[in-house]
C-alpha cells in the first residue's frame, strides 16, 4: 500500500524564544518491508542552518538552528511511503528460557543487536511489580513469540486507552499503577515487562493510517505518531513487532519512522532555546492510502 503522510508539530510561546536548536526525527525509514518514495522535512520561519545525518541506530535525523526571534515554529514532514507485507504468524521462536543462551551467542554489538534492549536503559528502568505482572501473564512452557503476544495482549486488556491521564513525562511504573495512558505508556509498560523476562525489546516510534478497511474498526492513536513494540524472539524468528495498544502485530497499517530503547531514543524533536513564560504545542498527523 502507498501512503501519503503528512506530520506537522508546532509550539508558540508566550514570550518569543531565541537560539533555538532542535534535531527532528519526523522522517521515516527505509526498511525492507517499506520504502520512502518522496520525503521533504522544513520548518515555518525557515531555519537559519540545517544538517542530516543518522543517529546509532540508523533513524534519519535533521538538525535545525534558527537564530532569530520565534513566536511561533512548525516542524513539517510531507512524503510518500510504500508499505509491503503481511501479519507474521509462523512461529518459530523458542522457550524464552533458552533465549539468553541464544543472546549470548550472537557476537554482534550492531545497532539490531538484542544486546542493546536487553537491560533497564532512560525511560524504561526495572520495576517489580511490572516484573510480577509479566510472570503472571505468561507461563515458562510458552515461546518468545507466544510470550510477546501474551504480554501485549494483557497490557491491551488491562489498560484504559485516556489521552488525558499521562504527559510525555509519564515513567512506565506511573502508567502501571494507574492502568491507563496513551501508545507511549502502553509500549513503555510491554517493554519493561518483556526485558524483565529476559526478552530484548525496543521502542518504534511511527504511524497509523488514519482511515481502517471498510468493515473494521478505526485504530486507537491514529490521530498523533504512534508507538509499538520490536522483541526480538530468537535467531529464527528475530525482530518481531507487536502494538499492544491495539493488540495486533504489526503490518501494512503501521509506518516506521524510527526505533531505540525507549522514547527517550526516538523523540520526534528535542532541542534547546532560550525563553520564559508558557507555550502551547500542537500536533497533527493524516496518514492517507492512495493505492
Known sequence: MLYEVRLSISY????PAAASRTLLRMT???LPDQQVTQSRIYSTPPPSFRISGRDFFGNI?????HDMLLDRIEFLYEGRVQRY???TTLDLSGPVSKLKAEIAASRSIAPDSPHHYLGPSTRVPEDPDIAAFARDVTDTDMSTLETLRA??????EGFDFDPDATHVGTTPSEAFSARRGVCQDFSHVAISALRSLGVPAAYVSGFLRTEPPEGQPRLEGADAMHAWVRAWCGQENGWIE???TNDVLVAGDHITVALGRDYSDVAPVKGTLRTVGDHMTAHAVDVVPIG
Open 28 to 30: 521515516p525509514r527505509d
Open 61 to 65: 535525523t535533521t538538525e535545525l538552528a
Open 151 to 156: 504480554v501485549c495482549k494483557a497490557v491491551h
Open 242 to 244: 507487536f502494538d499492544p
Open 85 to 87: 507485507g503481511e501479519e
Open 12 to 15: 508558540s510561546y508566550q514570550s
